[in-house]
């Protein structure tokens, strides 16, 4: 633990618990998959429709994609391997102060750093920026806002880990851009968006619910697999 994530922790968490309404608020929206993949992850389709959208920018749609899986797997080895931080609810040194309609007994036992939302969001706006600029933008600057400050309020990230988690987003998102790593990842996508569609949209669909939703119904489906091989 650092100044700066203890100073800008003591700012936030100082306009915990003054209003009722507020703290529901933001709790809300830090917890809503819809508020957060839901608004996100349709820019990728509306960005593929677009009446002015290309091949080379549908290439670069897809590479995103790929980059924010790619993302999120870098994110959850990190915490896995990088040694254990407690998230700022359950860090007894902090004295931090829950706000009002938060279930702290979520995440609890997970490693905070690096923030895998912060991985995987900045990843997809970064791609969008460079798909569409104005596009990108709104998606950068909700982002950062709607998801990732709200995670500093409700005790679930220090300040460092959405600022590591901004910075690796960032520079997965840009580096899969790049004309060979483009090239060798989405060859053939346009090839079989062209030549089977039906098979094509279908598995667009499903891949990109499940981002929208952060593969919640993966991560239960899993779960209870483990839970049924336990038995035996």
């Not at 797997?73 to 915490?79: C, D, G, P, V, Y």
């Not at 062209?194 to 891949?207: E, M, S, V």
């Amino acid at each position: 633990m650092n100044d700066i994530d203890m100073s800008i922790l003591r700012m936030f968490n100082s306009i915990a618990h003054q209003s009722i309404v507020f703290d529901k608020s933001v709790v809300c929206l830090e917890g809503s998959n819809l508020l957060k993949g839901g608004i996100i992850v349709p820019l990728l389709w509306w960005l593929w429709f677009d009446k002015n959208n290309n091949d080379n920018n549908k290439v670069c749609l897809a590479s995103t994609i790929v980059a924010s899986l790619v993302a999120i797997a870098i994110a959850r080895t990190f915490a896995l391997i990088l040694p254990y931080r407690s998230r700022p609810v359950f860090n007894s040194a902090i004295n931090f102060q829950a706000p009002y309609g938060l279930d702290v007994n979520i995440l609890d036992g997970w490693s905070s750093f690096p923030s895998d939302h912060a991985v995987f969001f900045f990843t997809l706006a970064s791609g969008l920026f460079l798909a569409n600029r104005l596009v990108g933008s709104f998606a950068l600057v909700y982002t950062f806002f709607a998801i990732c400050l709200p995670r500093i309020y409700v005790g679930h990230h220090f300040p460092t880990d959405i600022i590591a988690g901004i910075f690796l987003g960032v520079c997965i998102g840009c580096v899969t851009q790049n004309i060979r790593i483009r090239q060798i990842i989405t060859d053939h996508v346009l090839i079989w968006e062209k030549t089977k569609p039906n098979h094509f949209y279908a598995y667009f669909f499903f891949l990109t619910a499940q981002m929208s939703f952060l593969f919640d119904s993966v991560r239960i489906l899993a779960i209870k697999v483990a839970n049924i091989l336990n038995l035996y």
